[in-house]
Nanobody
Framework: QVQLVESGGGLVQAGGSLRLSCATSGRTFSNYAMGWFRQAPGKEREFVAGISWSGDSTYHVDSVKGRFTISRDNAKNTVYLQMNSLKPEDTAVYYC??????????????????WGQGTQVTVSS
């Protein structure tokens, strides 16, 4: 059984930082790309960042580029999202997810089959 457990969310002032973690089990972690998504109230879930199975390739959407950094530690089966210079519009529930296809990095929620429970990130102005 594949499980993903996120941690690290919370309340922070604008300009602050948070680091999200996502620990996984039940799948050969190093064979699969990982992604971070977020969903704000009343909005669709959106892709934030993705990282290849080896960690050699990363992708960040324009709205977070230069502020957020995705990384992974295959020895710990964990993926991270470092979020700096946070803005109120970053407020959302953040989810990590694992790609459904090995050795492939997608950017649509439909490309991912296992999800964490979500962690709330709230940025106050």
């Amino acid at each position: 059984q594949v499980q993903l457990v996120e941690s690290g969310g919370g309340l922070v002032q604008a300009g602050g930082s948070l680091r999200l973690s996502c620990a996984t089990s039940g799948r050969t972690f190093s064979n699969y790309a990982m992604g971070w998504f977020r969903q704000a109230p009343g909005k669709e879930r959106e892709f934030v960042a993705g990282i290849s199975w080896s960690g050699d390739s990363t992708y960040h959407v324009d709205s977070v580029k230069g502020r957020f950094t995705i990384s992974r530690d295959n020895a710990k089966n964990t993926v991270y999202l470092q979020m700096n210079s946070l803005k109120p519009e970053d407020t959302a529930v953040y989810y990590c997810a694992t790609e459904r296809r090995p050795y492939t990095l997608g950017n649509s929620p439909y490309d991912y089959d296992y999800w964490g429970q979500g962690t709330q990130v709230t940025v106050s102005s």
